[in-house]
């Protein structure tokens, strides 16, 4: 049974960091899975804000956190990670991680779609950014 875990989110404080941690656990190969990061605010569309291929060579971003999240994998420890600065109170959100099952950075983008159809995710952690 494939498992994604996010780790504990949090308050901060408008222009700090936080970093999330997503382990992935029943994977057979998780390098056979481009992984990615979206959120979610209560009455509003999924988000789409980071992604990278098999082995994090290729990565994409969201236009409103390009420069300030940086999103990267440890295949080793089935870990992927979303390091985020500068945080704003826009960023306030339930953030959630995710496996596509396909190792071609064609087509990579595709995951920060909306209605992008993930094989797995994880059941989210909550990172809420005071002013």
């Known amino acids: 049974q494939v498992q994604m875990t996010e780790s504990e989110g949090g308050l901060v404080q408008a222009g700090g960091s936080l970093r999330l941690s997503c382990l992935i656990s029943?994977?057979?190969?998780?390098?056979?899975?481009?992984l990615a990061w979206f959120r979610q605010v209560p009455g509003k569309g999924r988000e789409g804000i980071a992604c990278?291929?098999?082995?994090?060579?290729?990565?994409y971003y969201e236009d409103s956190v390009k420069g300030r999240f940086t999103v990267s994998r440890d295949n080793a420890k089935d870990t992927l990670y979303l390091e985020m600065n500068r945080l704003k109170p826009e960023d306030s959100a339930m953030y959630y991680c995710?496996?596509?099952?396909?190792?071609?950075?064609?087509?990579?983008?595709?995951?920060?779609?909306?209605?992008?159809?993930?094989?797995?995710r994880g059941r989210g952690t909550q990172v809420t950014v005071s002013p």
């Open positions: 029943g994977l057979t190969r998780i390098d056979d899975y481009s």
């Open positions: 990278l291929d098999w082995d994090g060579e290729y990565k």
């Open positions: 995710a496996a596509a099952y396909f190792r071609d950075y064609r087509g990579l983008e595709e995951l920060l779609s909306p209605t992008f159809d993930f094989r797995y």
